[in-house]
């Protein structure tokens, strides 16, 4: 009861002296005043009004006196003299010395770290005094309390003193330092020694948190920091543990508020900072330091500092968006951090969702909190995933449920209010269902899981249709994409693994339906997505079939690595089939990925049939590859070479024929020319003269080139005309060797190679000279001068006697003809065009 007296004795006489000096001041202005008014009312009236300096301050009273009361002067009149000289303006006060390092060190610092040092020096005295059992508790609690009114009486002091009461900075120290120690006094004596009751405990703490508001008003900011230190050091250096972890966060949640109040009467938004930094500095000291049952006070503390200083800080004037969110987003953290400790019971989950109740009212009541709602969210499914990954489930489940509603709701009912408001009614709808479904898929079956998916599918649908008037916003191809994918999620545990296509394939459809009712730009891209996810859930089955792919482009067998049809099938043909139907049916879907679609469908398509082909013939042994493989290669470049052709002739499926016919010519140059030809790897192409695969096969492929539209691929002619001449020679093999063309060039092979080659650039310069076809004529002429070098240089050393003179002998009969039909004809042309 003594250190109640002595406390409030202190305070009253605090208050009392600040009392007494404005009462002196006030006097003092009354006395100015007086004298100022008889001076005017004893002045003659013709007199000029002048002043006197005053040697008196004007003080704020006398302002307000001055402004009370208003002297009317007497109008001026033809005799009056002119009025006397004005008197001078006060000087303009002298500018600040400029903040040096020097002034800091020497005139700043010196004078703060001494407040530290009383306080910690009282500190240490009563400490001192209990580890050597000097004084008894009542009596240490005394002598700490008569040092910190000492403190508090001597800033009061060195405030008045001459000497000191220039420099502020002195006053406040000591002030601080006392505020401080006073603090620390009242927490030994209740909480360590319970000298005083709780009922007394609790009325000294409003007196000195009074006098601690009384003292950073009058003293200013560093009185304030001075408090804030002491304040919250104080149950460090008594003891923390003292007297339990109850009356340790009462006094911090106390103490705490104070300062909430002092800072939003002096707007000093860095005291409402410092003070929630430094409540959880507290909060995750007892984190560390605390286990069991203890921990649930401390998450009751995390909920209301959170709350507290989300509603302070606006009030003292910050308006930075993330500082304003940060103790609230720090409190869920603490929140986060402390459920496993707790074993993520009813209490746990309690605190969050009471702290995400008051982050949804603060959003509610200002947007700018909207941001951290939906970080509340998102930490929300960390807490489920993390609480759904224990042994014992608890109360997740209901939990998660309580957590969806409290999101959703009012997501839902807000959401034209602002984007934010409807992306909590999607991430609530559909991210802890989709959490719960993942870590703990035994609570249902399938079925159970499917139909809640749904109906979360069709909670968000609904706010699609409320937003479809909104294409330009982003919010609507949000909401449209959160419904597909749980509709996605939910028809799928529906069907079998193996028939995954079927929901993406619907989805997809759905969505391309949805796009085309509401015409938004956004929304014609999203059926990609579901197709997407069909390469993507089919991946394993795309690589088996491009490793196949690879091994024929190796020539190697390849049959064994082909993935399975029926699987291939299941996965890829219906979403095949839905695309092509989607790319035709408008122009508009797909929007900016169209090209993608479309080069994705034709490749898929071409893998599919490329796979199908491959099962007819079943080429799995290196007997079936020689007596097939030329066979069936020649039907599929034939295939592709057809295919082109057609829809090169139609301008609208210009892009697939293009893509087609180059394919095709491809597989003729890759593997017929190069990697496979029939004259060096042992293939089976017929017994036939001329009317075999190579044969029939290679004049197919340049009667293709030689018949596509001009427009179509340049310069097609030339091709031709090189595929004729491999056609010919194909022949000439065939004829030699038969149905297998491999084996070395005979003799009679060789000449055959000219005869047949020379009668060919015969046919090309007679058809180029009648249809007046520059490029057949340069064609002939070219291959009849290769001709006459071949037979000059090969087939004479091969030949003797009069094999080689009747071979030059028809040689220069027909290069004589040649020339003279060239000139006769071609050049009488010429000459007539020139």
């Known amino acids: 009861m003594f250190l109640l007296v002595l406390i409030l004795t202190v305070i009253f006489g605090v208050m009392l002296s600040g009392l007494r000096k404005r009462l002196r001041d006030a006097e003092a202005d009354i006395h100015h005043l007086e004298v100022r008014l008889a001076t005017l009312e004893a002045r003659p009236a013709s007199a000029p009004i ?129 505020t401080a120690s006073l603090y620390a006094t009242l927490y030994m004596a209740a909480s360590i020694y319970h ?73 000093w938004g860095w005291l409402a900072l410092a003070a929630t930094g430094a409540g959880f500095a507290w909060i995750n000291f007892l984190l560390v330091m605390l286990q069991g049952g203890d921990l649930a006070l401390v998450g009751g503390f995390v909920v209301v500092l959170a709350a507290g200083a989300s509603a302070a800080l606006p009030a003292t004037g910050i308006r930075a968006t993330w500082l304003r969110m940060a103790p609230l987003v720090a409190g869920l953290i603490q929140l986060i951090a402390l459920a496993p400790a707790l074993d993520f019971d009813a209490l746990s989950w309690s605190f969050y969702l009471a702290l995400s109740a008051a982050t949804l009212f603060l959003a509610w009541r200002d947007a700018v909190y909207l941001p951290g709602a939906i970080a509340a969210l998102i930490l929300l499914l960390l807490l489920e995933a993390l609480a759904l990954a224990q042994p014992e489930l608890r109360v997740t489940p209901v939990a998660a449920i309580a957590a969806a509603l409290i999101f959703a709701l009012p997501g839902q009912a807000l959401a034209r209010r602002h984007p934010g408001w409807a992306g909590l009614a999607l991430g609530a709808a559909g991210g802890p269902l989709l959490v719960a479904h ?45 419904a597909a994918l749980l509709a996605a999620i939910g028809l799928a545990q529906f069907f079998p693994n193996d028939w995954l296509a079927i929901p993406l394939t619907l989805v997809a459809l759905a969505l391309a339906g949805w796009a085309r009712f509401v015409r938004a730009p956004a929304l014609f891209e999203t059926p990609a997505l579901p197709l997407s996810a069909v390469l993507i859930a089919g991946a394993p089955l795309l690589a088996d079939l491009l490793h196949a792919i690879r091994l024929s482009l190796e020539a190697n067998l390849y049959y064994a690595a082909l993935p399975p049809v029926p699987a291939t099938l299941r996965a890829f043909a219906i979403p095949l089939a839905a695309a092509i139907a989607l790319l035709v049916a408008d122009k508009a879907l797909f929007g900016r990925l169209r090209r993608g679609a479309e080069a994705a469908a034709i490749t898929l398509g071409l893998l599919l049939a490329w796979l199908l082909a491959k099962q007819l013939l079943a080429i799995d042994t290196p007997q079936a590859f020689t007596a097939w493989i030329f066979v069936e290669r020649a039907i599929l470049t034939q295939a592709c070479l057809a295919g082109g052709w057609v829809l090169l002739r139609r301008t609208s499926h210009a892009t697939l024929g293009t893509i087609l016919f180059g394919l095709g ?129 090969i087939d004479a050393a091969a030949l003797d006697g009069i094999l080689r003179i009747l071979s030059f002998l028809g040689l220069g009969i027909a290069l004589i003809a040649i020339g003279w039909a060239y000139g006769k004809f071609v050049g009488k042309g010429a000459e007539a065009a020139s």
């Open 438 to 482: 993942i870590f703990a898929q035994s609570l249902m079956t399938d079925f159970g899981w499917g139909a809640l998916e749904l109906l979360a599918a069709a909670a968000t649908a609904s706010l699609a249709w409320r937003l479809r008037g909104e294409a330009d916003r982003p919010i609507l191809p949000a909401a449209t994409l959160a």
């Open 50 to 178: 002048a002043e006197a300096p005053s040697p008196l301050v004007v003080t704020p009273a006398v302002a307000i006196v001055e402004t009370l009361v208003v002297i009317e002067p007497e109008p001026a009149t033809a005799s009056d003299p002119e009025p006397g000289p004005v008197a001078p303006a006060p000087p303009p006060p002298a500018p600040r010395p400029p903040l040096t390092l020097e002034s800091i060190i020497g005139g700043k610092l010196p004078i703060w770290i001494g407040g530290v040092a009383l306080v910690l020096a009282g500190f240490f005295l009563v400490r001192y005094s209990i580890e050597h059992g000097l004084l008894g508790p009542g009596a240490r609690t005394v002598l700490a309390a008569i040092f910190a009114v000492a403190l508090v009486i001597g800033s009061e002091i060195t405030r008045r003193l001459p000497a000191t009461r220039d420099d502020p900075r002195v006053a406040q120290a000591l002030a601080g330092a006392g």
């Open 195 to 267: 000298l005083v009751s709780p009922l007394t405990a609790f009325v000294l703490m409003l007196g000195i948190t009074g006098l601690a508001l009384a003292l950073s008003l009058r003293h200013g900011p560093p009185t304030a920091a001075m408090a804030l230190a002491g304040g919250f050091i104080a149950p460090l250096v008594a003891g923390w543990d003292a007297a339990g972890i109850g009356p340790l966060l009462i006094y911090i949640g106390l103490f705490t508020a104070a300062l909430f109040g002092l800072a939003v009467h002096r707007g």
């Open 665 to 793: 010519l491809a597989r003729f140059v890759w593997f017929d020319l190069l990697l496979l030809d029939p004259a060096l790897v042992d293939q089976w192409v017929g017994s036939w003269p001329l009317l075999n695969a190579a044969v029939i096969h290679t004049a197919l492929t340049a009667l293709w080139l030689y018949r596509l539209p001009p427009t179509s691929i340049r310069r097609t002619d030339l091709a031709a005309l090189a595929v004729t001449l491999v056609a010919l020679a194909a022949a000439v093999r065939q004829f030699f060797h038969g149905a297998i063309m491999t084996g070395p060039v005979t003799t009679g092979e060789n000449g055959a190679y000219s005869a047949a080659f020379l009668i060919l650039s015969l046919i090309w310069l007679w058809r180029g000279i009648a249809t007046t076809q520059r490029t057949l004529r340069i064609a002939g002429l070219s291959l009849l001068t290769v001709v006459t070098l071949k037979v000059f240089l």
